[in-house]
C-alpha cells in the first residue's frame, strides 16, 4: 500500500517549501550565550562599545612559551566567571589558537600605537533599521561593528582603530542585505559579492 | 548548507560530541547547533509563519535540548530527540501567534537568488503557499511538514508525535485538500 | 594543578580555532580546519585563511564554496611564500597573495627578491592589488611597482603615490595612463636623490603636492604626454575606465 498518491501540484508546493531557510548569522552565539556556560567561551558585544573600552592589547606569542601560555590559562580560567559576569557590560574576548592572545576587535595584536588609525565609515542608507560594519578587521561579525545613525536622512557611521595596511569590508543592512561602499574601491569577491576595500596609511608624521 | 532530502536524524558522530559536551566542554554544543539549526530552522519557520517565532521556537528548543542532555538516552539519535522538542516549542508556540501578520518570505528575496527566472512571481507565489499553510489547522500543517517537507515516513512521524499512523495519513490527506483548493486559483497559468 | 588544568586546556583547543567552530556548519568546519593545520604545519599565515572562510560565512556562502575558497587562498598563500622568499614577513605573504589573486603574475613576486636587503614591499603590493582592482592592467601595475621597490621607493613615497593616483583617477584621468605617468615621476625623483647623494624620500614633498615637477592636474590628460619626464610612457594601452559608478551587488 502506497503511503500516499504522488500529486504533481502538491509536490510542487512541497517542492517551494523544502527551499533552504536562512539564519541570523548571530543566532547560534544568542543559544550559546544562553547556555550559561561557565567556560571562557568567545564572547561578542551585544551592543556597539566606544573604541576605547574595547581594547585589550594583552598578547602572548608562542614564543613566550607553554608557562606564559599556562599561566595566562590559569588567569582566564580563574577569571572566567568575572568575564562571563561582565559580559552583560560588553567586554568582549575571543581566543585564537594560533597564537595565545587576546585580541580587540581591531584585530591587532602586538602592533605599536603607529600602525593603528582610527579610520571612520559612513554611508547614506535611508530607511532601514540598522547598518553594520564587516570586515576582515572584525571577522565579519555583524555583531561587531555596528553603526550610529546619524541623521534622519539617513547617514550611518562608525569609527573604529585600524590597523595600517589594506582591508575588505562591506556593509550590512538589516542584518540581511550585503551592500559595498559606494565611494570606495572594489575587489571581486570570491563569494559572489564585491567587497570594498580601504588601505589605511600612517598618519604624516 | 542546503539540506538533503529528509534529515539527517542519525549521525554517529553526535553520540560523540555529546559526550564532550556531557563530559564539560560546553562549547562542544556549538557544533550541534551549527549543524541542526538551518534544517531545522526551516521546520520552525513553515510552521510558525514568521521569523520571530521560528528562531525563538528553535532557540528555546536548543536550549532545552543542552538542559537536559543526560536524558537524551541514544546520543546518535541526538538529531530525532532535538526534532521532537522543536515540534513540541512549535506547537505551543503556535497558541501565541496572530499578531505578526508578515512573513518570512520578504526576507529571502533580499538574499538574491538572481539566478531565477522572474525572481519577483516566485516570491509572491511562495507568500501565497506559505499564507495557505498558516490557514491550515495546526496538526494538518504539521503533518503535512513531517511527510511532505521533512519527507518523513509515516512510522517516524508517529513516533515524533505520538499519534497513530492513520491518524497522520488523515491529517495529511486533509491538509493536501486544503491546499489544493485554496492556491489552484492563485496559480493560475 | 595549575598546570595540569592549563595543558588540559591547550590540548583540546589545538584542533580548531573556536570562530570556525561557531560560525561554520560542522563538516565545512572540519574541512577548513585540516586546511588551516596543513598551512600552520608549512608555515603559511593561517590567519587570513580564517578570514576568508568567516567572510564567506557572514555572506551565506555555501559550505563546499568555503571550503573552495579558503584550499585556493592556501595555494595563492603558498605561492606567495616561496616567491617572496623564506624572510618575507605573514603580512607580504599576504599581501602578495592578494596581489595573485588580482592578476599579477608570480613572476613579479620573485623579482621583488632583488631588491635591497631592509626594503619591505607589503606596501607595493597593497599598492599593486588597488591599482588593479581599479582598473589598471595588471602587467603595468606590477612592473610599475617592482621597479619603484627596487629602486628602494619607501612605503610612504609609494603610499603618496596611490593617493595622487587615487585623485587623478577622481578627476576623470584613466587609471593605467596616471599609473604609468606616476610611477615614472617618481623613479625620476628617487635617481635625482641618489644622484644628489641624499637618500630617497628626503625631497619628497607630502602627498597633497604632486610628485616631482610634472604637476598632474586635472586636466592633465595631454600635458601628461606632453611633460613625461623620460621618453613616452610605456604602451600598454589601458582599456579599462576610471570606475565612477557607484556599485552595489
Known sequence: MADYELDPFIEGIASELRRPVRVDARFDDRVMAALDAPTVIPIHQARPRSWKERRWTLSITPVGGMVAAAALFAIAISGAKLVVDSREAGAPIAVATDSIAMRNVANVPEAPESMIIEKQFTVLVPGVKSVALVGDFNDWDVKATRMELLSPKGLWSVTLPLRVGRHEYQFVVDDTLHITDPTAPESSSDFGSANSVVTVTRRDP | MAPSRGLPLQNDDDAAVVARVLAGQTDAYATLVARYRSQFARYALRMLGNREDAEEALQDAFVRAYRSLTRCDEPEKFGSWLFRILANRCRTAGTRRGRREKTFVRDEIALLDASEDHPAERAAWREEIQRALMRLEEDHREAFLLKHVEEMAYEEMAELTGVGVSALKMRVKRACERLRSELHEVQGG | ?249
Not at chain 3, 635625482?192 to 598632474?216: C, H, M, V
Open chain 3, 1 to 249: 594543578m595549575l598546570f595540569g588544568v592549563a595543558a588540559v586546556s591547550l590540548a583540546w583547543w589545538a584542533g580548531t580555532d573556536p570562530r570556525l567552530t561557531m560560525r561554520l556548519d560542522a563538516r565545512t568546519n572540519e574541512a577548513v580546519s585540516a586546511i588551516v593545520e596543513s598551512a600552520k604545519r608549512e608555515g603559511v599565515p593561517t590567519e587570513p585563511l580564517i578570514k576568508k572562510a568567516l567572510e564567506g560565512a557572514s555572506k551565506r556562502a555555501a559550505g563546499e564554496t568555503i571550503v573552495a575558497v579558503v584550499r585556493g587562498y592556501a595555494n595563492d598563500l603558498r605561492r606567495a611564500r616561496e616567491a617572496l622568499g623564506p624572510k618575507s614577513s605573514e603580512e607580504e605573504v599576504k599581501a602578495g597573495a592578494d596581489a595573485l589573486r588580482a592578476g599579477v603574475k608570480v613572476q613579479e613576486l620573485e623579482r621583488l627578491r632583488e631588491a635591497k636587503a631592509g626594503q619591505r614591499f607589503a606596501v607595493a603590493l597593497d599598492a599593486m592589488s588597488y591599482l588593479v582592482n581599479r582598473g589598471v592592467p595588471a602587467d603595468t601595475a606590477s612592473s610599475a611597482l617592482v621597479r619603484l621597490v627596487l629602486a628602494s621607493a619607501t612605503d610612504e613615497q609609494i603610499t603618496a603615490l596611490r593617493a595622487d593616483i587615487e585623485r587623478d583617477i577622481a578627476g576623470g584621468m584613466p587609471s593605467g595612463l596616471s599609473t604609468a605617468a606616476r610611477a615614472n615621476g617618481l623613479e625620476q625623483v628617487i635617481a635625482a636623490a641618489d644622484e644628489n647623494g641624499g637618500a630617497p624620500g628626503t625631497a619628497l614633498p607630502s602627498g597633497r603636492g604632486s610628485i616631482g615637477s610634472t604637476g598632474l592636474g586635472v586636466n592633465a590628460g595631454a600635458a601628461v604626454q606632453g611633460n613625461a619626464a623620460t621618453g613616452g610612457l610605456p604602451n600598454d594601452g589601458p582599456k579599462p575606465s576610471p570606475r565612477g559608478k557607484p556599485k552595489r551587488p
